[in-house]
């Protein structure tokens, strides 16, 4: 098996940058047990930790089963050390609540996920209709990537309501789960393309930049 990880910022607790070599697993077990109270910084460590030994970590969805942690390594790179190592993370991420879950969601953010589901046109339409209501714009950029925005000014203005931000974060998080299900984005362009404009350098957007 072969894999390739996308290059990522370094995460650095301490002094310590866990990317810089591979440390004793100990050490690195230590590091997490630091971040019993901190489970989102917990994620990007445990990932970072695998990163170390070459394992790629990835989100896997399937229709009618659970969520799946894909663990990828090249054959070459599979040492009985490795294998060790790869066994007490996993073993350390279900020694407690909540870490699966951020790791999880550390995944879906990058948008690490290999998505087998079916495309939901019809909480896409509602996912887009919900961002364009509250102010967001969803593009087809030049080399037909899928780009959205539109919500970042009011989100770090201080002045915005508490009321106003947490609908701001819900509307964005939807609309990103679904551009992160690769199935869903077919049908985000074809709803782009029919009522977005296009801007000066040929790009497609519609919402607020429109």
């Known amino acids: 098996m072969s894999a390739v990880m996308e290059a990522e910022a370094q995460p650095v607790l301490g002094n310590v940058d866990l990317l810089d070599a591979t440390p004793p697993i100990e050490q690195q077990i230590g590091w997490l047990d630091q971040l019993s109270d901190d489970v989102e910084t917990y994620a990007l460590l445990w990932l970072a930790a695998m990163q170390t030994i070459a394992v790629v970590v990835r989100l896997e969805l399937r229709p009618g089963q659970p969520e799946v942690l894909n663990l990828g390594i090249r054959d070459e790179a599979m040492t009985r050390d490795t294998s060790i190592r790869i066994n007490l993370l996993v073993e350390h991420m279900h020694s407690a609540a909540g870490r699966r879950e951020a790791i999880v969601e550390a ?8 998505d087998f589901l079916p495309a939901d046109t019809r909480g896409t339409t509602a996912a887009i209709r919900g961002f364009l209501a509250i102010g967001g714009w969803v593009m087809i950029d030049s080399d037909g990537g899928i780009e959205t925005g539109g919500l970042s000014s009011r989100l770090l203005d ?32 074809r709803v782009i393309r029919r009522f977005g404009l296009p801007t000066s350098n040929g790009w497609l957007v519609l919402g607020g930049r429109s």
């Not at 879906?108 to 290999?114: H, K, Q």
């Not at 990103?176 to 077919?186: F, L, P, T």
């Open 107 to 114: 995944l879906r953010s990058r948008g690490a996920v290999n």
């Open 158 to 189: 201080l002045a915005t309501p508490e009321m106003e931000r947490a609908n701001l974060i819900a509307a964005g998080r939807r609309m990103n789960d679904a551009v992160q299900r690769y199935a869903n984005r077919s049908h985000i362009k």
